[in-house]
């Protein structure tokens, strides 16, 4: 498996999967260097992108693997290469959200990350803030 920042030849792959966010924000993205990227040989298997909470903590924005590619620790490789990344640009904490409905919560948990508070949007489930120090 390979990891590495996301270039613009990934945007196709990306866009067929990223249903959270519009093609010109997605290049900015890319060009902002807060998309990582998992690789499975030639294979795009999973993605990660970021932005940064108060302009000074990376968030986690989303985090995916594609179905053959989970509950095998790629997830775990992901956001550890992820972590590493930020601790190494000197960043102390580094922060994700995620539905209460949601079983993600658990993995990030399992990861060491703590919860953090909660915030609701109109109609939507309730979101899990969760952070982890580095
Ligand atoms: C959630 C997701 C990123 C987890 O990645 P993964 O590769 O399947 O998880 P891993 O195999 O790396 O698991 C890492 C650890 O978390 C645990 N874990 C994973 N999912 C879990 C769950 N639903 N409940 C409890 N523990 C869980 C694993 O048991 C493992 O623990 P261990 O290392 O002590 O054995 C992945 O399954 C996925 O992309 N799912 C669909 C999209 C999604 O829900 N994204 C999350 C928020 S946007």
Not at 5 to 11: G, P, Q, R
Not at 116 to 128: H, T
Request: hydrophobic share 45%; with cysteine.
């Amino acid at each position: 498996m390979d990891i590495r920042i996301a270039e613009v030849s990934d945007l196709r792959a990306l866009l067929a999967h990223d249903r959270h966010i519009c093609r010109a924000q997605l290049e900015r993205k890319i060009a902002d260097q807060q998309v990582l990227v998992l690789l499975d040989g030639e294979i795009f298997a999973g993605w990660l992108r970021w932005g940064m909470f108060w302009d000074e903590h990376p968030f986690m924005n989303l985090l995916y693997l594609l179905e053959p590619w989970r509950g095998r620790g790629f997830g775990r490789l992901l956001v550890t290469d992820w972590e590493r990344r930020m601790k190494a640009a000197g960043h102390g904490l580094v922060m994700t959200s995620t539905q209460a409905n949601e079983c993600a919560q658990f993995f990030y948990r399992r990861l060491g990350y703590v919860d953090a508070g909660s915030f609701s949007l109109p109609g939507d489930p309730l979101e899990l803030i969760l952070s982890k120090a580095l």
